[in-house]
C-alpha cells in the first residue's frame, strides 16, 4: 500500500479558495487512480473528485462540479485539489485516498489507501 499525506486544508471566507496537496510515497504513484473524499460531522465520508492513473479523465461529485479541479504530478507523486468559490457546505475533513482500479471509483470502501485527512473550514 502507498503512504499519503494531506496539506493545504485551512479557514477560509466564502468564496474564497484553498488548494490541497496530497503526497504519496512507498509505492509507484503512476499505478494508482487517485480520489478525493470529505466528511463532515455527523455525516457519512463522501466522494468529491478523483483521476486516472496519468490524470487523461477526472470525475467530479455533482456539488463541486464547476468550483473543484483535481490534478496530479506523477514527477513529484502529489495529487492535488483546487477548491475555488468555497461554500460553508464545503466545511468538512478532505482525504485524499488511492487504489489500483477504477471500478466504483465514488465509493470509499473500494480504496485501499488513505491520508490522515486535512480540515478545511469555510465561514460565511
Known amino acids: 500500500q502507498v503512504q499519503l499525506v494531506e496539506s493545504g486544508g485551512g479557514l477560509v471566507q466564502a468564496g474564497g479558495s484553498l488548494r490541497l496537496s496530497c503526497a504519496a510515497s512507498?509505492?509507484?504513484?503512476?499505478?494508482?487512480?487517485m480520489a478525493w473524499f470529505r466528511q463532515a460531522p455527523g455525516k457519512e465520508r463522501e466522494f468529491v473528485a478523483v483521476?486516472?492513473?496519468?490524470?487523461?479523465?477526472?470525475y467530479y461529485a455533482d456539488s463541486v462540479k464547476g468550483r473543484f479541479t483535481i490534478s496530479r504530478d506523477n514527477a513529484k507523486n502529489t495529487v492535488y485539489l483546487q477548491m475555488n468559490s468555497l461554500k460553508p457546505e464545503d466545511t468538512a475533513v478532505y482525504y485524499c485516498?488511492?487504489?489500483?482500479?477504477?471500478?466504483?471509483?465514488?465509493?470509499?470502501?473500494?480504496?485501499?489507501?488513505w491520508g490522515q485527512g486535512t480540515q478545511v473550514t469555510v465561514s460565511s
Open positions: 485516498a488511492a487504489d489500483r482500479t477504477f471500478d466504483s471509483y465514488f465509493k470509499a470502501e473500494e480504496y485501499d489507501s
Open positions: 512507498g509505492g509507484t504513484f503512476s499505478s494508482y487512480v
Open positions: 483521476i486516472t492513473w496519468n490524470g487523461g479523465g477526472t
